[in-house]
């Protein structure tokens, strides 16, 4: 699960950008989603609740989130379907292989911006690189 310190650094990295409606398509415990500035229209999706981000088709501004690692490339081409904001915080090398920059490419999307942060302590340290990545459109 995300420390809620951690999800804080990522949303108040974003949160000056950030309007219209936002969801939280892996919400586990609310680190991202609880925290979300409150102008915002908030919505979200947890497995373990019922509420599978693959079915959700109603678009959004924003999508921010932990997603699960292992369902990375699932979620990342579900979200460029219906946001043009997404932010995730995941591992820099899971966020980069060829086919996931492939999939950003074709549909339209690039990786904006990373950020560098500190992995929290409690957590692992294997060495890679946590960042929030910012995939947008072109356009945006």
Known sequence: MTPPELAAVVIGHFAGRMSGTVLD???GQGAFHDPFPACLDRHWCEITEGRDFLDW?????WVMSNPPWSRLRDFSRHAMRIAPNIVWLAPLT???TKAR???????GFGIAELVLIDTPKAWPQSGVQLVPAGPQTEHS
């Open 25 to 27: 398509p892996a919400r």
């Open 57 to 61: 088709h109603e678009p959004v501004d």
């Open 94 to 96: 899971n966020l980069t």
């Open 101 to 107: 920059l492939r999939d950003l490419d074709e549909a």
